[in-house]
């Protein structure tokens, strides 16, 4: 068989798609932009090129024959494939130089803002796209390309690479230490303060440290990181917090620190599903953020 009657051509797959998905050639028409006669004629001409009925005609109606479903079942897929891959090409081309990245707004704020300076010397012509995102990412929406989160890196169906420790460290604010001697068991008697994302932290440190975790008193849980260090300042309770985001904060004696930072089971990643992995700007964004990684214990 001539393999050109195999392969017809895309207009006549869309209007018997069409047709099929509504039973109906007006519809079809008004969904194509066409009128009922040319999308009839788009069927008759398919039919004949396949020497096979696809749709029986019922009253004013048209109803799919048995190989007309078996066949648009099939056709459905392969122009939604089809469709697909376009819009990976028009995305890919589109994002040679342009990348929409997430990120935890405060990683975003205090590790990762200050170093973009050295990414533009260096990329000039790629414009990052930044949008803050907190909990489950979901990459199908199409409105990021990456994300920079934080984890135990157990992503299966993306792609994770590691680009900082997490160190936890206790904080308090300076009218507290004014009054106590700060120390695990006076830590244990105050308010704690957690982040929702980890609320298991406190366990660990209590665990660590030799105390018993079944007499902790919890506090409020904050979303944001930056938020819960507030709270710490203004004197609501002690927080166990990442150490890279309050490093300066202990520096200028705003926030006090107890004893060293501790290694938490999470670390941060940037992650982007497999698909993306050949993103121009993602690539040269991947290997400027590796080259920028913190791997080690803080200083």
């Not at 048209?62 to 469709?83: C, D, N």
């Not at 920079?148 to 206790?170: F, S």
């Amino acid at each position: 068989m001539n393999l050109r009657h195999l392969t017809p051509s895309m207009a006549l797959l869309v209007a018997f798609e069409s047709a099929a998905k509504h039973q109906s050639y007006t519809l079809a028409a008004q969904e194509l932009f066409l009128t009922q006669s040319a999308v009839s004629k788009q069927i008759q001409a398919l039919e004949k090129r396949l020497g096979v009925h696809l749709f029986t005609r019922v009253g004013r109606n048209v109803e799919l024959t048995a190989t007309g479903r078996q066949y648009y079942a099939e056709i459905k897929e392969a122009l939604a494939m089809i469709r697909q891959a376009s819009l990976q090409a028009i995305t890919y081309e589109a994002s040679d130089n342009t990348l929409r990245l997430a990120t935890l707004p405060t990683f975003g704020s205090k590790w990762l803002l200050p170093k973009l300076h050295d990414f533009y010397a260096k990329h000039h012509k790629i414009t990052l796209h930044i949008h803050s995102r907190i909990g489950a990412l979901d990459f199908s929406d199409r409105e990021i390309d990456a994300a920079i989160t934080v984890g135990e890196g157990n992503w299966p169906h993306w792609i994770a690479h590691p680009i900082q420790n997490e160190h936890l460290i206790v904080i308090a604010s300076p009218q507290q230490a004014q009054r106590h001697a700060l120390s695990p068991e006076w830590v244990a008697q105050q308010t704690l303060l957690t982040v929702a994302s980890n609320p298991e932290a406190w366990d660990s440190w209590f665990i660590q440290n030799q105390l018993d975790p079944s007499g902790m008193k919890k506090g409020p849980s904050f979303e944001l990181t930056s938020h819960l260090a507030q709270a710490v300042h203004s004197g609501l309770g002690v927080g166990l917090i990442p150490h890279i985001f309050v490093k300066e904060e202990i520096a200028r004696g705003e926030l006090l620190s107890l004893g060293e930072p501790i290694q938490s089971d999470r670390n941060y990643y940037l992650v982007y599903p497999s698909q993306h992995a050949n993103l121009p700007a993602l690539v040269a964004f991947k290997e400027w953020l590796l080259s920028q990684a913190h791997l080690c214990p803080p200083n």
